[in-house]
């Protein structure tokens, strides 16, 4: 059974920092890309941030750009997510996705066919 667990939400004041932090298992995607997806209350998942299979390249959504820094570490089969500078805006439940057909990053939502349940990220004064 393939599990996404996801872990490192939590709520924060606007400005600060997180890295959320994604452990796969019962299938290996060290082929695949991979990325962070996410939901805000009331509208549609979006993409955030994606990885190579290698992780030498990524992409990131304009949102994320120059914020966020998507990494993994495919012998540790694991996928980060370091967010700098969050605001209000950045709330949404956060999930670690992988793509069966892309070993280059996508921003394509429907490129991602496997993501955990979330993470939940909330920016508040």
């Known amino acids: 059974q393939v599990q996404f667990v996801e872990s490192g939400g939590g709520l924060v004041q606007p400005g600060a920092s997180l890295t959320l932090s994604c452990v796969v298992s019962?299938?290996?995607?060290?082929?695949?890309?991979m990325g962070w997806l996410r939901q805000a209350p009331g509208k549609e998942r979006e993409f955030v941030a994606a990885?190579?299979?290698?992780?030498?390249?990524?992409y990131f959504a304009d949102s994320a750009k120059g914020r966020f820094t998507i990494s993994r570490d495919n012998a540790k089969n694991t996928l980060s997510l370091q967010m700098n500078r969050l605001n209000p805006g950045d709330t949404a439940v956060y999930f670690c996705?992988?793509?069966?057909?892309?070993?280059?990053?996508?921003?394509?939502?429907?490129?991602?066919?496997?993501w955990g349940q979330g993470t939940q990220v909330t920016v508040s004064s």
């Open positions: 019962g299938r290996d995607f060290s082929k695949n890309a």
């Open positions: 990885t190579s299979w290698s992780g030498k390249s990524t």
């Open positions: 996705a992988a793509s069966t057909i892309a070993t280059m990053p996508s921003g394509l939502i429907y490129d991602y066919d496997y």
